[in-house]
């Protein structure tokens, strides 16, 4: 009832705007009247000269600012507003008492919504976008519809299927992108990654046939190897598992980014690999004796554990460490590098179980 009376406020105020100004009466009357003043006023000047009342340069004085005041008045009723009849004043009261609310009703009935419940603004603060990105996948999946041979739609729409869990969608999508985008070792891998990732992480007979045609096309392909290791793995062959996946290590930058997610695969079948060395430190070491050589990694590793005992929060450094001192057969350093990388990160839960987790089959106690 408050939204309704409300309402009807605003309705009233339109109307008072609307008839206010047709009820106000012109002032040319008024303005026309003046005119009349003044003319009487200059026969009186007469009459008062005549009868010797004053003399003539007053007369004169009087008659000039007597005219300069008709002029005006007289331009004034000129330039006056035309004055409208009764009956306008009242056709237009009509129109503005039963036009509006009829012309308001006619637009709210087909757009509005008479039942709809309240939407505050903290509601509404957090609605979703307008422009999610189910809602984009959706718009990209209409219009592959009517253009399925959209190779570039194909290739912009499987990844996000991928990674929003739509597997066997985006097995469809990538299939789709190769057909008309053309074939070559990405596509191909991510196809296999797809598939592996339909079957709940298994490298199934069909995926690894995708990972090896990749293999083929790009030797170096770096998903198509690491699955190829992954398949590997899963059938047992861990031997076969780690060459792969140390020859992926010997031929990666040291910032390539899925180098960690390698060696933790390394670890993983019980082979961990010692810290990367940086590309300038890579080349400097293929000129070193293997007794220099050492020395340098041994080094590194003394940096790395400075480092870490001034800032205890890298979780991904400890486990270079730990993984360093095992690789070294220092294995009292790795027990020590653990106790105090667990020491280090013991209060936040998240990154110990990280670190639990990338600890794993290095065969460390405690």
Same mark, same amino acid.
């Given at each position: 009832?408050?939204?309704?009376?409300?309402?009807?406020?605003?309705?009233? %105020?339109?109307? *008072? +705007? #609307?008839? /206010? !100004? @047709? =009820?106000?009466?012109?002032?040319?009357?008024?303005?026309?009247?003046?005119?009349?003043?003044?003319?009487?006023?200059?026969?009186?000047?007469?009459?008062?000269?005549?009868?010797?009342?004053?003399?003539?340069?007053?007369?004169?004085?009087?008659?000039?600012?007597?005219?300069?005041?008709?002029?005006?008045?007289?331009?004034?009723?000129?330039?006056?507003?035309?004055?409208?009849?009764?009956?306008?004043?009242?056709?237009?009261?009509?129109?503005?008492?039963?036009?509006?609310? %009829?012309?308001? *009703? +006619? #637009?709210? /009935? !087909? @757009? =509005?919504?008479?039942?709809?419940?309240?939407?505050?603004?903290?509601?509404?603060?957090?609605?979703?976008?307008?422009?999610?990105?189910?809602?984009?996948?959706?718009?990209?999946?209409?219009?592959?519809?009517?253009?399925?041979?959209?190779?570039?739609?194909?290739?912009?729409?499987?990844?996000?299927?991928?990674?929003?869990?739509?597997?066997?969608?985006?097995?469809?999508?990538?299939?789709?992108?190769?057909?008309?985008?053309?074939?070559?070792?990405?596509?191909?891998?991510?196809?296999?990654?797809?598939?592996?990732?339909?079957?709940? =992480?298994?490298?199934?007979?069909?995926?690894?046939?995708?990972?090896?045609?990749?293999?083929?096309?790009?030797?170096?392909?770096?998903?198509?190897?690491?699955?190829?290791?992954?398949?590997?793995?899963?059938?047992?062959?861990?031997?076969?598992?780690?060459?792969?996946?140390?020859?992926?290590?010997?031929?990666?930058?040291?910032?390539?980014?899925?180098?960690?997610?390698?060696?933790?695969?390394?670890?993983?079948?019980?082979?961990?690999?010692?810290?990367?060395?940086?590309?300038?430190?890579?080349?400097?070491?293929?000129?070193?004796?293997?007794?220099?050589?050492?020395?340098?990694?041994?080094?590194?590793?003394?940096?790395?554990?400075?480092?870490?005992?001034?800032?205890?929060?890298?979780?991904?450094?400890?486990?270079?460490?730990?993984?360093?001192?095992?690789?070294?057969?220092?294995?009292?350093?790795?027990?020590?590098?653990?106790?105090?990388?667990?020491?280090?990160?013991?209060?936040?839960?998240?990154?110990?179980?990280?670190?639990?987790?990338?600890?794993?089959?290095?065969?460390?106690?405690?």
């Amino acid at each position: 009832m408050t939204l309704w009376f409300v309402f009807a406020l605003m309705t009233a %105020a339109a109307i *008072f +705007a #609307v008839l /206010l !100004p @047709l =009820g106000l009466r012109s002032r040319a009357q008024v303005q026309g009247s003046e005119t009349f003043v003044y003319k009487d006023q200059l026969a009186e000047i007469d009459r008062d000269l005549a009868a010797g009342l004053i003399v003539a340069a007053e007369a004169d004085a009087a008659r000039t600012e007597i005219g300069r005041r008709l002029l005006a008045a007289a331009d004034q009723a000129d330039h006056a507003p035309l004055q409208s009849s009764h009956k306008l004043r009242r056709a237009a009261a009509v129109l503005a008492l039963v036009g509006l609310p %009829a012309v308001a *009703f +006619a #637009v709210y /009935l !087909p @757009l =509005g919504s008479p039942r709809l419940p309240d939407f505050p603004l903290a509601a509404r603060s957090h609605a979703p976008d307008a422009q999610s990105l189910d809602g984009l996948v959706a718009q990209v999946e209409r219009h592959l519809e009517k253009s399925p041979t959209d190779g570039r739609g194909w290739s912009v729409l499987a990844p996000v299927l991928l990674r929003t869990g739509r597997y066997e969608d985006a097995v469809r999508a990538f299939r789709n992108s190769i057909t008309y985008n053309g074939e070559s070792a990405d596509r191909r891998a991510d196809l296999g990654e797809a598939m592996t990732a339909a079957a709940s =992480g298994v490298v199934t007979d069909q995926a690894k046939a995708e990972f090896e045609r990749a293999h083929a096309l790009n030797a170096d392909e770096p998903k198509a190897n690491y699955f190829l290791g992954l398949a590997a793995e899963q059938d047992g062959r861990k031997a076969d598992a780690a060459s792969i996946w140390r020859a992926m290590l010997d031929k990666a930058s040291a910032d390539a980014p899925w180098r960690p997610l390698v060696q933790q695969a390394l670890a993983r079948v019980g082979q961990p690999v010692a810290p990367a060395l940086s590309d300038q430190a890579a080349a400097a070491g293929q000129n070193m004796s293997e007794a220099d050589r050492e020395t340098m990694i041994r080094g590194m590793v003394e940096r790395l554990a400075t480092r870490l005992k001034q800032n205890g929060e890298d979780v991904d450094g400890w486990l270079r460490l730990v993984r360093a001192y095992v690789v070294m057969g220092d294995r009292e350093k790795a027990k020590s590098a653990l106790t105090d990388a667990r020491q280090a990160v013991g209060k936040d839960a998240e990154r110990l179980r990280q670190l639990n987790e990338g600890l794993k089959n290095l065969g460390l106690e405690g």
